[in-house]
Structure formats: structure tokens, C-alpha cells
């Protein structure tokens, strides 16, 4: 398919109009935001928008129903959040959270910055389409599931080339790339001059082509990218002996107040791609005290939370394409034990359900719940296991990559569709 039409990914110079009103998307290269960055992005979302900030699938913020877009711009590009009014949309970078810090062969946050830069430096980059993605992954395989447009992936003392989430077999020096890395961007543009596509993947033969202006010859085998990754949460010390808290926000939705917290720890704070964060560098006592003062404001610290294994599209009111309120429906399930593990519940017996203090401690959930008709469900029937996605339609917006089962709203009820 070609495209025809430029790409509409929204920026904080364009907002998406979104059914529940304007939408600014903040991108944040390698998800690194400093504290006072955090605390101005929480200020926006109470002074400007609905109160929240939305975590989104490639790390960056989004912030909806925006009031006066001028001031925003205002504010973000104060506290260094909109350094090019040119290249915004196209500052997609991913880099490992936990790189330099916990694992990994190398550490990509620095080259996440360089590679920033050098796009911002180079005008006609400017004319990316926003929806390309750049993954910088250190060597542990979690960015590079992401199945980027272009990237690298440590392997021991060098890289790996990756293009459209496959390994190309060329191997690049930590030098090299960064500048590698933009060659394959300008490949990518002059491919897409003729086919008008917004991803590398979409270009038959595309991978093939980028690889040829690069010039560089395949070295050693090919990677087999994996297409899962644990997400980084809890306690995590970290290689110099001071501690890493991953956290899961639920739905990625991480109200302004909780942001304050968070900014108020005087540390940077990574966002991860899994709709998380990471504050690194904490000291015992202070880590201690992060997850004493925020697990209660509702930021996930145990791995084996059913808020982990789910995301949902934004469903209504914020999107008008939407049969229902998916976040509220996929609330309801986890509050009362219907999102399961990756096993299926017993056969044999009825399984009591997890339930919330006030809500009804009788619920039982029939023995088949798992198995039983999986179209035209209501809300309340809905019983899904292991990693889902919930869907307001079949567009199925910010879907993980990876075997997924998806939770899909149609206009006769809920379907399930569980993983190959
Ligand atoms: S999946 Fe459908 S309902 Fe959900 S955000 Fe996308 S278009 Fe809207």
C-alpha cells in the first residue's frame, strides 16, 4: 500500500484533535526526563490539560484536552522538552532504561543523545515521517523487540545494524553509530521519496535497499531478536551498588500529582516503553522511601501485578472511533480478578476471584470462564489470561509487539482473540 497521505502523528506544534479535545505528544529521546522536566510536564498536565500524563508505547508523554497550546509550547521548549520546532515529531528514540546501570554490554543513553542531536542537525530529516522508530538496545534484547526502523544492538564490544527490526549482519564500532544510524535515515528518505511509506517494513525489499547505500558488508551471524521482554519493576540494584526502582503505571495514565512525587525524588526518571518508569541512582534509604510514599499513590512495584500484563487503546471518551470506555471495562476486570495469569484457571473447580476492599468478596468466576464463547461478550464477562491488549475498535491502537491476546470491542460486545 502507498501512502499518499503525510503521516499524522501528533507533536506539541501539532495537536491531534482528538473526541475529548486537543492532544500534544512530548517526545522524550532515550525517555530521560530530569526532575525539574518531570515537574513541569506534571504543572502542564494540571494548568492545561486533563490532569494526567499519558505514558505512550515508544516512551514518550502525551498530555489531552489541552487549553491554550501556545502556552504549553511555551513552557516545554523553557524547560528544554521542544529543542527543534523543526525535527519534534521525528525525535522517536528508544534506548534500554536499565543501560549503564544494571547490565547490559554497553551503555546506549549517551549515543540516544548523540543520536538526537545529529537528527535535529541535519534539515532534511526534518521530513521523517513521525511514525519512524529509532531503538538503541544494550545488548540484553529489550528495545530491539520493539521491532524499530533502524537501530543497533550491542553485541559484546560492537553493534549490530538493525532495520526493520531484523539484524542486517553489519557490525559498527560504538564510534560509528551513531553516523551509521543517520545514513539509514537518509536511506530510508530517499527510498520513501519513491514509495511514500511510513515505515522501513512497509517498502518491499526496503531492508535490502537501505543496506545497499550504507556500503557496508554483513560480518558474523545475524541476531534472532526475541519478541518479548521483562519489564524493569521493583527493587533493582544496580552494578555500582545503588538501586534502580522500576515502576508500572497503570494504563500508562500517571496522574500529575504522582508526577510531582516522583519529580520531587531529585532524580532523573526514565520512561520505558512499556508505559513505566525507572528512577535510578537511590540510595537504600531513599529507595525505600519512594516505594513507602508512591506504591500507596498507585505505582506498581510488584512484578507479578496483573496491571503489568495489560494496555489498552485509548477507547472513548478520548477517541470517537470507539464502541466503549475500554480503560473503565479493563479496570473492572482486573479489580475483580478477570485478567489471569498466562495459565488458564483450573478446569475442574470454580476459581475465586482477586477482589478490591468494598467490592462483592462472592464473586466466583465459573469454571470454563477461560474457554466459553469468545464473541459478543459483555463487559463484565470478559476473562482473559497472560498479555492482553483491550480495543476500543479493530484498529487495535498501541498494541504491543509479541504475542498478545487481544480484548476487542465490536458493536455486538466484546471479542477475544488469543495469540497463535
Ligand atoms: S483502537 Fe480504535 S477506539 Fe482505540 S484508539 Fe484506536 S481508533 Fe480509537
Given amino acids: 500500500m502507498t501512502r499518499s497521505a503525510p503521516d499524522s502523528c501528533p507533536g506539541v506544534l501539532r495537536l491531534h484533535e482528538a473526541a475529548d479535545g486537543p492532544l500534544a505528544r512530548i517526545r522524550v529521546p532515550g525517555g530521560r526526563l530530569e526532575s525539574g522536566q518531570v515537574q513541569v510536564l506534571a504543572e502542564a498536565a494540571h494548568d492545561l490539560g486533563n490532569g494526567s500524563l499519558e505514558l505512550t508505547s515508544r516512551g514518550n508523554v502525551q498530555l489531552r484536552r489541552i487549553r491554550d497550546a501556545n502556552e504549553l509550547a511555551a513552557r516545554l521548549a523553557t524547560a528544554g522538552l521542544l529543542p527543534s520546532r523543526t525535527h519534534e515529531r521525528v525525535r522517536n528514540i528508544v534506548a534500554s532504561p536499565l543501560s549503564g546501570r544494571v547490565g547490559g554490554f554497553a551503555d546506549v543513553h549517551g549515543l540516544a543523545t548523540d543520536l538526537d542531536v545529529g537528527l535535529q542537525a541535519d534539515a532534511a530529516l526534518a521530513d521523517l515521517p513521525g511514525r519512524v522508530l529509532f531503538t538503541l538496545d544494550d545488548g540484553r534484547g529489550d528495545v530491539s523487540t520493539l521491532r524499530g526502523d533502524i537501530g543497533i544492538q550491542a553485541v559484546g564490544d560492537e553493534f549490530a545494524l538493525l532495520l526493520a527490526g531484523t539484524d542486517t549482519g553489519i557490525r559498527v564500532t560504538p564510534d560509528e553509530a551513531v553516523t551509521v544510524m543517520l545514513d539509514a535515515a537518509r536511506g530510508f528518505l530517499d527510498l520513501r521519496a519513491e514509495s511514500g511509506q511510513w515505515r522501513l517494513h512497509e517498502i ?3 531492508v535490502e535497499k537501505v543496506t545497499e ?3 557496508r558488508s554483513p560480518a558474523g551471524a545475524r541476531l534472532e531478536l526475541g519478541a518479548t521482554h521483562d ?12 538501586i534502580a526502582l522500576g515502576a508500572g503505571v497503570p494504563l500508562g495514565t500517571l496522574p500529575a500529582r504522582v508526577a ?4 520531587a525524588v531529585e532524580h532523573p526518571v526514565f520512561l520505558t516503553p512499556w508505559r513505566s518508569v525507572v528512577l535510578p541512582d537511590l540510595e537504600e534509604g531513599t529507595a525505600e522511601t519512594v516505594v513507602r510514599v508512591l506504591a500507596p499513590m498507585g505505582l506498581i512495584f510488584d512484578a507479578g501485578s496483573p496491571w503489568l500484563q495489560v494496555s489498552a487503546c485509548a477507547g472513548r471518551p478520548g477517541c470517537a472511533k470507539s464502541h466503549t470506555d475500554v480503560r473503565t471495562d479493563l479496570t473492572e476486570a482486573i479489580e475483580t480478578g478477570r485478567v489471569l ?18 467490592r462483592d468478596a462472592e464473586r466466583t468466576l ?21 498479555r492482553q491488549h483491550w480495543s476500543g475498535c479493530e484498529r487495535r491502537c498501541g498494541r504491543p509487539t509479541g504475542p498478545v491476546t487481544d480484548v476487542v470491542a465490536t458493536e455486538g460486545g466484546y471479542r477475544i482473540n488469543r495469540p497463535d
Avoid: C, M
Fill in 204 to 206: 518491499p525489499g526496503g
Fill in 213 to 215: 547505500t550504507l556500503d
Fill in 231 to 242: 519489564i524493569p519493576i521493583g527493587w533493582l540494584e544496580q552494578d555500582n551498588g545503588l
Fill in 260 to 263: 510531582e512525587f516522583l519529580a
Fill in 341 to 358: 495469569g498466562d495459565e488458564p484457571p483450573d478446569p475442574t473447580e470454580g476459581r475465586p476471584a482477586t477482589v478490591e476492599p468494598g
Fill in 366 to 386: 465459573p469454571a470454563d470462564a477461560a474457554d466459553r464463547a469468545e464473541s459478543g461478550l459483555d463487559a463484565a464477562d470478559v476473562v482473559a489470561t497472560g
